[in-house]
């Protein structure tokens, strides 16, 4: 399967990249779920994008406490996915 990154390739490198909260959160999902598995893709929901943030709603504090310990990891795996650095932050509900 190609990565989003190839696909958008082809895009002129002088415009901005625009992204549609579909595409990240399929981006965010596809990450979560190579890192934890159905478990994590159950427990982290992400409902909301703006301004290059993405808000996830976590069941508790312990899974909150989790993606906390790893977000740079997931934002660093989210942007090459993408091929660029688009994602500046994960916020928690």
Do not use: H
């Not at 002129?12 to 890192?35: C, H, P, Q, R, S």
């Amino acid at each position: 399967m190609k990565k989003i990154s190839q696909l958008l390739k082809g895009r002129n490198a002088n415009k901005k990249m625009v992204l549609d909260e579909k595409t990240i959160f399929y981006v965010f999902g596809k990450i979560i779920e190579e890192e934890y598995g159905k478990n994590g893709v159950k427990n982290f929901k992400p409902f909301f994008y703006k301004n290059n943030k993405i808000f996830v709603k976590c069941p508790s504090s312990s899974w909150k406490s989790e993606l906390w310990l790893n977000k740079g990891e997931i934002l660093g795996k989210i942007n090459r996915e993408l091929g660029a650095k688009e994602i500046l932050d994960i916020k928690f509900n």
